[in-house]
């Protein structure tokens, strides 16, 4: 049971998204041009940083509904996905993007632990600052939306089948649609 | 030096906010929705939520200009600057009520992670009149700041340790809230302290 009374059947931050909807619309919006304004980073890179600190920080709901965001942008690849979570070093993607999730990573421990060497090798790899700043920043703000989803107790399936559905919508439709301002039908019925 | 070029000058949050103005605008309504404007729970103890989590994170930038604003907010004088940094030491023997203790108990676990928080630690909060708005708020500005600390620090962003800079930021978040306000001005203690020691004073 969540820790606050939160409108029923709605999953992970979703309920605090309804209780609060001043909270939500910058919320919201963050994560709309975090992961989804015209970036250098395409949007399944950026989903990939946002699932990797998600699944450092144990967070079941962020964790699986960005993982089906980044595998929705990239035609269904979730053992893509699997792999950067657990293991990005080994991973098939870019050494630009295992510099940055190494850099997430360090952000996802601590502001501090982000070292000069891991700025520099992100640099050698092709980096560029407007790149290393997403980077820092995606990784606060799952710091932040983890905390806020766990620290709140909400519910949270823990099937990765239940967000597949959630990651078409959000890798398609976005973050700031309707659908977070207004209780679903689901809820309703 | 910061990990990437950022504007000179500018202490803390404020260069990566210039340097990224459409993600500057969420996080600037977000913390003005949170820290001000009316609620139960008054703007000098939900800055204090933040200079308490801001310490816990050691983001000195942070703690200092929250917990500046918090004391503001309270008068401005040495005295409320001491209960800020007692806050910090040890918030459980503060001269602070009992609901904002058990408050910042739940901030302090969020901080260390959002499982952290158990149903003891709500139902304290409960005990001593908190409502479900106030815990809510109360995850969420510990969660919010466990952002802001990471990505002051995460960018090795320049933080003067002068008390001046911290006393005038303090004194104008108090007064002017969060949003609508210009980052890129150099703060008038900053450019004093350039001037005189012969620094070039940053513009932008």
Redesign the interface.
């Known amino acids: 049971m969540a820790?606050?009374?939160l409108p029923e059947g709605m999953p992970g931050i979703v309920g605090?998204l309804v209780?609060?909807p001043?909270?939500a619309?910058?919320?919201l919006?963050?994560a709309e041009?975090?992961l989804r304004?015209p970036n250098t980073l395409s949007s399944a890179e950026r989903e990939m940083i946002a699932a990797h600190v998600s699944y450092r920080?144990?967070?079941d709901f962020c964790q699986l509904s960005h993982s089906a965001a980044a595998a929705a942008h990239l035609e269904g690849n979730y053992d893509l996905v699997e792999q950067i979570k657990v293991n990005p070093g080994s991973a098939n993607v870019s050494d630009k993007l295992k510099a940055l999730l190494t850099?997430a990573g360090?952000?996802q421990q601590?502001?501090?632990q982000?070292s000069?060497g891991d700025?520099a090798l992100a640099r050698e790899c092709g980096a560029t600052?407007?790149e290393?700043?997403?980077c820092?920043?995606i990784?606060?703000?799952f710091?932040?939306?983890?905390?806020?989803?766990?620290?709140?107790?909400t519910w949270q399936p823990r099937e990765r089948e239940a967000y597949r559905e959630m990651g078409e919508q959000l890798a398609h439709q976005g973050y700031t649609r309707d659908r977070f301002r207004e209780t679903p039908k689901a809820a309703q019925a | 030096m910061a990990?990437?070029?950022l504007t000179e000058g500018l202490p803390g949050i404020r260069g990566?906010m210039v340097?990224?103005p459409?993600?500057t605008?969420?996080?600037c309504?977000?913390v003005q929705?949170?820290l001000t404007g009316p609620h139960s729970l008054t703007p000098a103890e939900r800055e204090m939520i933040a200079t308490y989590v801001s310490s816990e994170?050691?983001?000195y930038y942070c703690q200092h200009c929250h917990g500046s604003t918090a004391a503001q907010h309270l008068g401005g004088g040495e005295k409320e600057y001491e209960l800020v940094r007692q806050m910090k030491r040890d918030f459980e023997s503060a001269a602070l009520s009992p609901k904002m203790k058990a408050l910042l108990n739940?901030a302090g676990?969020?901080q260390k992670?959002?499982?952290q928080?158990t149903?003891a630690d709500?139902e304290r909060a409960r005990q001593e009149g908190a409502t479900?708005?106030e815990?809510?708020?109360t995850?969420?500005i510990?969660?919010?700041f466990?952002?802001?600390?990471?990505?002051?620090?995460?960018?090795?962003t320049w933080q003067p340790h002068d008390p001046d800079v911290y006393r005038e930021i303090g004194h104008l978040t108090a007064r002017l809230g969060y949003v609508g306000r210009d980052y890129k001005k150099p703060l008038d203690a900053i450019a004093a302290k350039q001037a005189s020691s012969g620094t070039k004073v940053a513009s932008s």
């Not at chain 1, 983890?146 to 709140?152: K, P, W």
Request: charged share 25%.
């Open positions: 820790h606050i009374q605090p209780f609060s001043e909270t619309k910058p919320l919006e963050l041009v975090l304004a920080n144990e967070c850099i360090k952000v601590g502001g501090k982000v000069a700025v600052d407007k290393i700043h997403d820092v920043l990784a606060a703000a710091s932040m939306y983890n905390r806020y989803v766990d620290g709140l107790a | 990990h990437i070029a990566p340097f990224s459409e993600t605008k969420p996080l309504e977000l929705v949170l994170n050691d983001c739940i676990k969020v992670g959002g499982k928080v149903a709500v479900d708005k815990i809510h708020d995850v969420l510990a969660a919010a466990s952002m802001f600390n990471r990505y002051v620090d995460g960018l090795a």
